[in-house]
């Protein structure tokens, strides 16, 4: 999978999804997601199709609970931790989506059910994943994807 439009592809995917599910402006940042002691909520999937890889966002739980908010449209304040931890996934997915359709827009891919996921380490960058931080109204957003080597 050649990566010289990897970057754009996630920042406009990622853009797009939360502009247009969460009503979220999404700017690219190279600053470290803000975590301030809280808990981070980490949702992971895998595709299948001309490429296998893994696709990933991770958030602190504040955010993920306003994402939540915004993409069900409840108050906040009624929002659970499971509640915002399925709306992480659902994002993944739509991002991933969005993001595979820029790369290979005549190709499907078989995507998995987001789950839960460790959190991601700035020290796990390898050559075969982007990871890009992004910041939104209430806080930061990390969305990353790997590519299996020899595919």
């Known amino acids: 999978m050649p ?17 247009s599910m969460c009503f979220l402006t999404a700017e690219e940042s190279t600053l470290p ?6 808990a981070l909520v980490s949702r992971r999937l895998e595709f299948r199709g001309p490429e296998l890889g893994c696709f990933g966002v991770q958030t602190t739980l ?9 993409l069900l449209g409840e108050e906040l304040e009624e929002i659970t931790e499971e509640q915002a931890g399925e709306a992480v ?18 190709q499907a891919f078989d995507l998995t059910h987001p ?14 994943r982007i990871s890009r931080s992004f910041l939104i109204e209430e806080g930061g957003l990390i969305a990353w994807m790997e590519i299996e080597e020899g595919k």
């Open 3 to 19: 990566a010289a439009h990897f970057s754009t592809w996630m920042d406009h995917s990622v853009a797009e999804v939360l502009e």
């Open 89 to 106: 996934g659902e994002i993944a997915n739509m991002v991933c989506g969005a993001f595979l359709a820029r790369f290979e827009a005549k």
């Open 33 to 38: 997601m803000e975590q301030h002691g809280e």
């Open 115 to 128: 789950h839960m996921d460790h959190p991601l380490e700035q020290s796990e960058a390898s050559a075969t």
């Open 62 to 70: 504040p955010t993920a609970r306003m994402i939540a908010c915004n």
